[in-house]
């Protein structure tokens, strides 16, 4: 199958500095990517490329497109909320799904009442008299109610309140999400969506750093906790990163037996946060 | 197609205030002059005597002179809605590859799948075609009010209206030329029109004064070096965007003519066309050299913002 997103030596460069750094990268079908970085590590450059909303050297093709000559018809394919809510402020509720409705081929505007009807915002609200939550809502019960098969969301939930982060994440999952769709997402709250993703890249400095399956990180990473007198032997066994928490040593390894780890003390499968802490550490030093 | 109404449909909610209001609103002035001057008339005029007699001296005049006097009435009248709309359409366009940049709602808009070219189309024909129509429909509109007031005051003397002018002045005639005028216009200044649009795509702020100083700049230079060679101060940009005015289809001045005042296109500065307001004479601009350069220029500055909206959204 032929992959939705794959580049090779994609490169972005705002003057002399090198934004993306030839990033080769493979997103097939039906995956829940998790791009993760740092500020300013080039998430969102990458991002503008693949939506074809900046130029860029290098290889990229985006449901077979280019995205930077072919931006209108990608978009009839792809979805995608940039930063924080943009939708335009003197508009009305109506005209905006209106307008959607006519310009979109896959828009439903069935579905989109659906997603509107849980929340306050009615027909006739203009945007600018929408709070900053009820704006993002809005636009995810726009972009939602799109028959795509990519959706790019970066940092979606920027703003929201907890209660409906996490009813989004859900209704993504479970109305949204199906093998047909690939979904790139970034987000600095990581913990929230570490159990949806399937696949892991983090990105720093341009480059990227680390990019595996969710069953890769499980079965490659572990985190070790040991009491103090073990720290010396799980040193030894050259640990990416290590950390204290209420007198324990926790080291974080990357291929490393597991039964070797487990004589020393607890291993856990590592959170993605840790992972990443630990990916950025090793990527300075 | 379907893109392209949603599009245009989409400015014109943006910009309600200075499509739709805006006419709206000469009209109502337009009409509470007219009632203000019925009003001051009554309250001066014994028994309505002058106003009588202003209404029988037009009667004994032949049919003729009511006919022509009346349709270079109901032209001449639609100045103000010219010079507003001019003004309107100079902003909008402005403020088209703008506003979406400064507010980021262009990252809405490029998520939507209608491509560069059909967003500026968009903007263009509302400048070109949404406006002016809409501008027209409101003095249409207003004419017949005031047509409306009038009789019933001509009615009010003991005169009848429909022989005294409703019958005589053919308003088809002036709402079709005025029509005209105004399309024609859109397509003259289709070169201003995209220097317009190529400022509002490339301005990082205050497009007005991107609009203006380089013009403004350019000219006096030219005016400079003209100067220190040979003395004299013609040819130069302010005196080519002047005559391009005065040349315009639209119906801007009036003209002294065997004795009379005319309505005339654009100014009659200069005589590179018959100022005379026909359709011929507005046909014979569209379709002259200068016209073919204008378009020439339209089409590069039109490009230069198509260029520019591409890629807008690069940080």
């Keep these: 199958m032929t992959p939705i997103i794959s580049a090779r030596g994609l490169t972005?460069?705002?003057?002399?500095?090198?934004?993306?750094?030839h990033i080769d990268m493979e997103i097939p079908a039906g995956r829940i990517v998790g791009l993760i970085g740092p500020n300013g590590a080039g998430k969102t450059s990458a991002l503008k490329a693949i939506l074809g909303l900046a130029t860029f050297?290098?290889?990229?093709?985006?449901?077979?497109?280019?995205?930077?000559?072919?931006?209108?018809?990608?978009?009839?394919?792809?979805?995608?909320?940039?930063?924080?809510?943009?939708?335009?402020?003197?508009?009305?509720?109506?005209?905006?799904?209106?307008?959607?409705?006519?310009?979109?081929?896959?828009?439903?505007?069935e579905t989109c009442m659906q997603y509107l009807s849980h929340t306050k915002i009615t027909l006739d609200h203009k945007v600018k008299q929408l709070s900053k939550g009820m704006v993002a809502q809005l636009h995810l019960a726009l972009v939602m109610a799109i028959d795509a098969k990519l959706l790019v969301l970066d940092e979606p939930t920027l703003g929201l309140d907890i209660l409906y982060r996490k009813q989004f994440y859900t209704s993504l999952l479970n109305d949204y999400f199906d093998e047909q769709r690939t979904i790139l997402i970034t987000t600095h709250q990581v913990e929230e969506i570490e159990h949806i993703l399937t696949d892991l890249i983090f990105i720093q400095d341009g480059k990227i750093a680390?990019?595996?399956?969710?069953?890769?990180?499980?079965?490659?990473?572990?985190?070790?906790?040991?009491?103090?007198?073990?720290?010396?032997?799980?040193?030894?066994?050259?640990?990416?990163?290590?950390?204290?928490?209420?007198?324990?040593?926790?080291?974080?390894?990357?291929?490393?037996?597991?039964?070797?780890?487990?004589?020393?003390?607890?291993?856990?499968?590592?959170?993605?946060?840790?992972?990443?802490?630990?990916?950025?550490?090793?990527?300075?030093? | 197609m379907k893109r392209l109404i949603a599009l245009i449909r989409r400015e014109y909610w943006e910009n309600k205030g200075a499509l739709r209001t805006t006419p709206l609103v000469i009209?109502?002035?337009?009409?509470?002059?007219?009632?203000?001057?019925?009003?001051?008339?009554?309250?001066?005029d014994n028994e309505m005597y002058t106003f009588k007699e202003a209404v029988r001296l037009l009667a004994s005049?032949?049919?003729?002179?009511?006919?022509?006097?009346?349709?270079?009435?109901?032209?001449?009248?639609?100045l103000f809605f010219t010079v507003?709309?001019?003004?309107?359409?100079?902003?909008?366009?402005?403020?088209?590859?703008?506003?979406?940049?400064?507010?980021?709602?262009?990252?809405?808009?490029?998520?939507?799948?209608?491509?560069?070219?059909?967003?500026?189309?968009?903007?263009?024909?509302?400048?070109?075609?949404?406006?002016?129509?809409?501008?027209?429909?409101?003095?249409?509109?207003?004419?017949?009010v005031m047509a409306g007031i009038a009789s019933i005051m001509v009615l009010s003397v003991g005169e009848n209206p429909w022989?005294?002018?409703?019958?005589?002045?053919?308003?088809?005639?002036a709402w079709a030329m005025l029509l005209a005028s105004y399309l024609a216009s859109s397509i003259w200044f289709l070169p201003i029109y995209g220097w317009l649009l190529l400022v509002s795509a490339f301005a990082p702020r205050i497009p007005l004064l991107f609009a203006l100083l380089p013009p403004v700049i350019f000219a006096i230079l030219q005016i400079w070096i003209k100067f220190l060679k040979t003395f004299t101060v013609n040819n130069n940009l302010f005196g080519l965007v002047g005559d391009w005015v005065a040349n315009s289809p639209a119906i801007l001045t009036a003209e002294i003519r065997d004795g009379e005042g005319m309505l005339a296109l654009g100014a009659t500065l200069n005589h590179d066309f018959d100022h005379a307001v026909t359709l011929t004479n507005i046909l014979d601009r569209l379709f002259s050299l200068q016209m073919l350069a204008g378009l020439g220029v339209a089409a590069v500055f039109l490009t230069g913002a198509l260029w520019l909206r591409h890629r807008a959204t690069e940080s």
């Design chain 2, 61 to 78: 005049q032949s049919p003729e002179f009511r006919a022509t006097h009346g349709y270079e009435v109901m032209l001449g009248s639609s």
């Design chain 1, 57 to 109: 050297d290098g290889e990229l093709s985006v449901l077979g497109k280019d995205p930077s000559r072919d931006r209108a018809s990608l978009m009839e394919d792809v979805c995608f909320i940039a930063d924080v809510a943009v939708l335009p402020r003197w508009i009305r509720v109506w005209q905006l799904i209106d307008t959607t409705e006519q310009i979109h081929p896959g828009f439903s505007r």
């Design chain 1, 210 to 285: 680390l990019e595996a399956s969710m069953e890769e990180v499980e079965s490659r990473y572990v985190e070790l906790m040991v009491k103090p007198e073990f720290a010396e032997q799980a040193r030894a066994l050259n640990p990416m990163y290590e950390r204290e928490l209420f007198g324990r040593h926790i080291f974080l390894f990357d291929n490393v037996e597991r039964d070797r780890l487990a004589e020393l003390g607890e291993i856990h499968t590592p959170s993605v946060a840790d992972l990443f802490v630990a990916t950025m550490k090793r990527g300075d030093s």
């Design chain 1, 12 to 21: 972005k460069r705002y003057g002399r500095t090198l934004a993306v750094d």
């Design chain 2, 27 to 44: 009209g109502g002035i337009y009409i509470a002059f007219l009632l203000m001057s019925i009003f001051t008339t009554a309250h001066f």
């Design chain 2, 163 to 173: 022989t005294l002018f409703l019958s005589v002045v053919n308003p088809l005639k």
């Design chain 2, 84 to 144: 507003v709309l001019a003004f309107v359409v100079f902003f909008y366009l402005l403020g088209a590859l703008y506003d979406d940049r400064k507010d980021r709602s262009i990252l809405f808009w490029k998520s939507l799948p209608a491509s560069d070219t059909l967003t500026i189309a968009s903007k263009l024909l509302t400048a070109m075609i949404v406006a002016p129509f809409i501008f027209w429909a409101v003095f249409v509109l207003t004419q017949i």
